[in-house]
Nanobody, 132 residues
């Protein structure tokens, strides 16, 4: 189970930090999973935002959020380590969407999944609204 939090209403130029809490996934720990953030704006398809490998070594971003958003996850040496995050800075009106956390089992710390259909574990989403 994945549960997102941290969404809300923010003015353009502001910041939000989204969190994704994982529990009950198959496999022993959350570090067996690569994580992705996706978003879906009204009337649009869900799109990839950012992804991170199982131990956090590798990340990828959509061009539209590069240099503004940062994906991260709990240090694999920490306890617990069942959280992932999306720090969103310099928010724009077009960032308004429902943001979803997704996770998929991965063997490699070099692997970041960017395709929606790769992920089989999804949260319910959290609304982010950016106002002028």
């Amino acid at each position: 189970q994945l549960v997102e939090s941290g969404g809300g209403l923010v003015q353009a130029g502001g910041s939000l930090r989204l969190s994704c809490a994982a529990s009950g996934l198959t496999g022993r720990t959350f570090t067996n999973y690569a994580v992705g953030w996706f978003r879906q704006a009204p009337g649009k398809e869900r799109e990839f935002v950012a992804g991170i490998s199982r131990f956090g070594r590798s990340t990828k971003y959509a061009d539209s959020v590069k240099d503004r958003f940062t994906i991260s996850r709990d240090d694999p040496k920490s306890h617990p380590k069942n959280m992932a995050y999306l720090q969103m800075n310099s928010l724009k009106l077009e960032d308004t969407a429902v943001y979803f956390c997704a996770a998929e089992r991965s063997r490699s710390d070099g692997t970041v999944y960017i395709t929606e259909t790769t992920y089989t574990n999804w949260g319910q989403g959290t609304q982010v609204t950016v106002s002028a």
